[in-house]
């Protein structure tokens, strides 16, 4: 699928956020992505969706960490760019019908790094069901703290975190989390695992149900490759497919 670059510009030393023009009609779900390919590089590059507009004329919000040549290549891109891009890949959030989804009021979502951007998406969603979601949302430095501010327009509460307390909250998501005991019915997480792993474990100490966003590596983006397989308690999970959202009950570590 064609998408074209409409803006794209740096939020930190290594993120950046580019605005696309195209099809985005595959795209169904908050926390879902999209393999972006690179000439001159063999396989896509995931990248998580961070919001869209659905249509056949939609826009499609991505950012993305440079980590790599491939993301270094694809951050000197200049608008008016064509990619080319696999859209609507992966099972994205569930906010309308799991039981414990439909009977929650007061999710909390929590975001980690480059696992801040589909939780942009995810809120949307959440208040357009008439949720009240708040936000915290995790880095090392304020130097890296980014999106903070699309968040708190939203009109929900943020707190960010930073582990060298150089804003926010000293340490990481998880003591922000503490203090909100008992104000949270619900939690939606997407970072890295060392992340996942503390607040799944808050989560189950607290016996609050919850659905976990995972990063992987990955070569297909849709579950043909079975490069990105994982275990969990009803079998194996393929990320990208099975993925990369799995419910807190699932989650073997």
């Not at 779900?29 to 390919?37: D, E, L, M």
């Not at 995931?46 to 993301?71: A, F, H, M, N, Q």
């Not at 995790?138 to 582990?163: R, S």
């Not at 009803?234 to 989650?251: A, H, N, Q, W």
Request: glycine share 12%.
């Amino acid at each position: 699928m064609r998408f074209v670059i409409e803006s794209h510009v740096r939020l930190t030393e290594s993120v950046y956020h580019m605005r696309l023009s195209g099809d985005t009609r595959a795209i169904t779900r908050a926390g879902q992505f999209v393999q972006v390919q690179l000439p001159g590089f063999y396989l896509r590059r995931p990248i998580s969706v961070c919001d869209w507009r659905p249509g056949e004329d939609g826009t499609l919000d991505l950012i993305y960490k440079v980590v790599g040549l491939g993301t270094e290549a694809l951050s000197r891109y200049a608008p008016g760019t064509e990619l080319d891009l696999l859209t609507g890949l992966g099972n994205g959030f569930d906010v309308d019908r799991l039981d414990e989804v439909t009977a929650s009021q007061f999710p909390l979502l929590v975001g980690g790094g480059v696992g801040t951007p589909p939780m942009y998406g995810l809120c949307k969603k959440l208040l357009a069901a008439c949720k009240k979601p708040r936000v915290i949302l995790g880095f090392n430095t304020a130097a890296e703290v980014f999106w903070q501010k699309e968040f708190e327009a939203l009109g929900v509460p943020v707190t960010v975190t930073t582990a060298d307390g150089t804003q926010g909250v000293r340490g990481f998501v998880t003591d922000a989390m503490a203090p909100l005991e008992g104000k949270y019915d619900y939690v939606y997480a997407c970072g890295p695992e060392p992340m996942l792993r503390a607040v799944h474990a808050l989560c189950e100490k607290q016996d609050i149900h919850g659905q976990f966003s995972f990063e992987e590596r990955m070569a297909c983006g849709f579950g043909v490759c079975m490069g990105c397989s994982c275990k969990a308690k009803y079998g194996s999970k393929r990320i990208c497919k099975d993925g990369p959202v799995l419910r807190r009950e699932e989650i073997l570590w």
